[in-house]
């Protein structure tokens, strides 16, 4: 199982930027995507989470009516749209697939991980 998360930049605060994973050589149809982020130096924290498999979705507190989760039809690609994006938000994010198809907020409840991808929001 590979994912390739991608879409990271450096933005002003109040631009948008899209996250992409992308599977490889499976698909998400019966399985959960989520996204985590890691600000300098700090710990791992849920961003949002959202099933393949039922379509619900969780978002952090944080992330709520900023960020939206989605999909594609193919099940092979999950998206983070970012929204509103304040300097606060600057983290390396990680995708991350549950085989059980949860939408949990727990790190460790992930099976797989994909790579980090920076962003930065600065003026």
């Known amino acids: 199982v590979q994912l390739q998360a991608s879409g990271g930049g450096l933005v002003q605060p109040g631009e948008s930027l899209r996250l992409s994973c992308q599977a490889s050589?499976?698909?998400?149809?019966?399985?959960?995507v989520g996204w985590f982020r890691q600000p300098p130096g700090k710990d791992r924290e849920f961003v949002a989470a959202m099933s393949f498999w039922t379509g619900r979705t969780n978002y952090a507190d944080s992330a709520k009516g900023r960020f939206t989760i989605s999909g594609n039809n193919a099940k092979t690609a999950a998206f983070l749209q970012m929204d509103g994006l304040k300097p606060e938000d600057t983290a390396v994010y990680y995708c991350a697939v549950d085989t059980a198809s949860s939408i949990s907020r727990i790190p460790r409840q992930y099976d797989y991980w994909g790579q980090g991808t920076l962003v930065t929001v600065s003026s």
């Open positions: 050589e499976f698909t998400f149809s019966r399985y959960s």
